[in-house]
């Protein structure tokens, strides 16, 4: 059936460090890919999204590359902050039916000063 | 302005009791969701309404009824509360339309004693 992976966590980094959170997914057709988060205490954010094959989404310095190849979508950011610690959350949506958006496990980053 | 509101935020109530929590989104969508988080952070869909409508109603107890008036709300009543519906509910909304990004409120936390 149609799914997502991503990484286990939790990772712990240090402040400035690069941070990579691998997803893959699984699924009959192309979905819509999307990356939340939740930071402590809050509600999910769409952090960004992609829509069809070779589409980069960005935002808030964070990275993820729609790659068909290697059916993936792993998130990216250069250089991280004590603020970026949340849960991250990958996630898809295949068009028609009842457009519902499945999730990831979740993982957990901390980035510490 | 909320886009998707949810109240209460925190509800603390006993096993047994019947709970209500209320969802309005001021988006113009025709779709909303709920969702519940558990204790490790995994979110599972539990329905989705389009127009009024029930299109998604996954493996969930009777306990749970949602109910949407309007387009614009989507209540969740629970029955006969117990200590495993201790949760986080996400109410959500969207557009049916591919690759749309799914909205979600604050969320709202329920323990159960």
């Known amino acids: 059936g149609n799914s997502v992976t991503q990484m286990e966590g939790p990772v712990t980094l240090s402040e400035e460090a690069f941070l990579t959170i691998n997803c893959t997914y699984t699924?009959?057709?192309?979905?819509?890919l999307f990356w939340y988060v939740q930071y402590p205490g809050e509600g999910l954010q769409l952090l960004l999204k992609a829509t069809k094959a070779d589409d980069k989404g960005s935002n808030k310095g964070f990275e993820a590359t729609y790659r068909k190849e290697t059916t993936s979508f792993h998130l990216e950011k250069g250089s991280v902050q004590v603020s970026d610690s949340a849960v991250y959350f990958c996630?898809?949506?295949?068009?028609?039916?009842?457009?519902?958006?499945?999730f990831g496990a979740g993982t957990t980053v901390t980035v510490r000063a | 302005d909320t886009a998707v509101s949810q109240t209460p935020k925190y509800l603390v109530t006993q096993m047994g009791n019947d709970k209500s929590i209320k969802c309005e989104q001021n988006?113009?969508?025709?779709?909303m969701y709920w969702y519940k988080q558990d204790s490790k952070k995994f979110l599972k869909i539990m329905f989705s309404y389009n127009n009024k409508e029930l299109i998604i109603n996954e493996t969930v107890p009777n306990r749970f009824s949602p109910k949407s008036p309007d387009k614009a709300h989507l209540n969740l009543h629970i029955n006969s509360l117990e200590l495993g519906d201790s949760a986080v509910y996400f109410c959500a909304s969207s557009l049916t339309v591919p690759g749309n990004t799914i909205y979600f409120g604050e969320g709202s936390w329920l323990t159960v004693v």
């Open positions: 988006l113009g969508h025709d779709t």
């Open positions: 996630a898809w949506r295949i068009s028609g039916g009842d457009y519902k958006l499945s």
């Open positions: 699924a009959t057709g192309y979905p819509s």
